[in-house]
């Protein structure tokens, strides 16, 4: 399983295709599938989806990563062979984001210690919005504007904490969701 193939890093767990050294790929954010034995790891959020039937997960989401580079995974392989305990802290790394004004902008000068702790995750379901984009103009989607989209989704998410905070309220409603994203 750990074994360094020439193709690739590793391979999904769900098409078999190559995750590319230094490449981003996703891990499920339940701790069981990441247990050194299991080990999912998935190309891209819809293969993660794939793993959701058989896991029933009460809650989860795909997490994404980034592939060590050649060098890195082999000398993690001669560590664990060598008993060596990895890495523990798995590293949560957006890859190829562009120093994002978007966030700087929102990131509240109250400094909410819970703020500066939520994950930046892919919040997008990767198969609804392909089946969208495909029904909607028969187009493809690529997996990369998950992560934009995502930052879209935190920044109203964002707006609309904040609008629920000055109501008072711990419960972000519709009505906190800023006027001009509401239909
Ligand atoms: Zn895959
Ligand atoms: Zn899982």
Redesign the pocket.
Known sequence: MSEVSQAGWKKCSACKKNIDFESVYYV?N?ST?NRKRTG?QFCGVSCWEV?LPV?R?RE?WAEDRRSPSRAEAARQAAAEASGEAPPRKPRRIIADKPASAARSVTASPSGMSAQSAAPEEVLIVASRLKEYVRASAGYKTSERVLGPLSDIVREVAEEAIRNARADGRMTVLDRDIPKSFRR
């Open positions: 499920c339940v599938c999912l793993h896991a997960h989860s």
